[in-house]
């Protein structure tokens, strides 16, 4: 990636996210038997593009730290998804 820091993954950064585009390309060979009246073979070309998200944990953490420093009050809403949340339990014992 141009002005990237020697050493540093490209890819394009959003928030504390970063995407990384990957093009992935490959073959299949199939006899068509089932799907054609004469069963002739094929030789078919797949390409995808396809996206990875990671984010840089470490600059969200301290984001959160300095908002929590500024907040009066923490308000816990339980949700389905609340135990398997990373961010829940470090948010509840930050302010314990």
Not at 13 to 32: D, I, M, Y
Not at 52 to 69: F, K, N, P, V, Y
Not at 73 to 82: M, Q
């Amino acid at each position: 990636m141009p002005g990237a820091a020697k050493g540093s993954s490209s890819g394009i950064k959003v928030g504390t996210f970063v995407f990384r585009p990957t093009l992935e390309q490959g073959f299949t060979a199939t006899s068509n038997a089932d799907a054609s009246s004469g069963g002739t073979s094929a030789v078919l070309s797949e390409t995808a593009l396809r996206f990875t998200a990671t984010s840089d944990w470490r600059g969200t953490a301290e984001l959160l730290r300095t908002r929590m420093r500024q907040s009066k009050t923490l308000i816990y809403v339980h949700s389905n998804n609340s135990p398997g949340s990373r961010w829940m339990p470090w948010e509840l014992g930050f302010f314990d």
